[in-house]
């Protein structure tokens, strides 16, 4: 996530410090600027919490066992979701896409997959690119409550001049963080997955995770975008990771 970055000090920002911590704490994994903070449950099943009938201790606990399960199967969730993601180093993360031609029930049902995807990886975006499908497709939810945005064959059209540094990790490369800089504003054009014209005028985060997933289409890494020195790290911390699995 964007821990230096002015994005997470805004009101509205949706992952506070403390959740950058606890993510820390809980699970050792990297934050992402495709994974949504784990400090709540990526999805709280309908009815999973009891009905205030018993005493007020009584609930208490139930709800703090309802709450293991859902972190338990949320986790095994994220992790099978994560397997499904081509890693650094699959040559398709370094494939230009082509544009969809086709909106049809095959895009859609995409779509819909896409989107289980990213949520059951408690993530904010992913192109198709990192599912292997090589046609110009992402998916992004920047705000838990909103539903699952289809861009098909996005395009920057307008960036604005101002620029920010934010810290960037990605579902593709695993227990990597680099500072990536970023127009803050941007205009893009795209197809919702019937077809129909899009414009979209983003700033912040949702400019980001745009930014991010449009470069994957492009066969562009955040690897890409950082320092040198950032890079040569981030090597580093692939390597590392990819021995020990
Ligand atoms: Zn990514």
Known sequence: MFLSSGALRRPNAFLSSSAVNRIWKVSG??????????????VVAPGAFPNATGSD?????QDEDAEDELDTEAASRRASAL???????????RTRALSVERFDEVLRSEVARMGEL????VGVGLAATQVGAVHRLLVYRVQRQASVAAL?????EWAGKEEEIGEEGCLSLP???VDVERPIYVRVRACNEHGEPLMIEASGLEARVIQHEIDHLDGVLILDRTTREQRKQAMRAL???????
Do not use: H
């Open 29 to 42: 994994d990297q934050q992402s600027i495709e994974r949504e903070p784990a400090s709540t449950p990526a």
């Open 175 to 177: 227990a990597v963080l």
């Open 118 to 121: 990213m949520s059951d990886a």
């Open 239 to 245: 390597r590392e990771a990819q021995e020990a699995a």
């Open 57 to 61: 201790d009584e609930v208490e606990r």
């Open 83 to 93: 397997a499904r993601v081509r890693k650094f180093g699959d040559p398709v993360l």
């Open 152 to 156: 098909v064959n996005p395009v920057i």
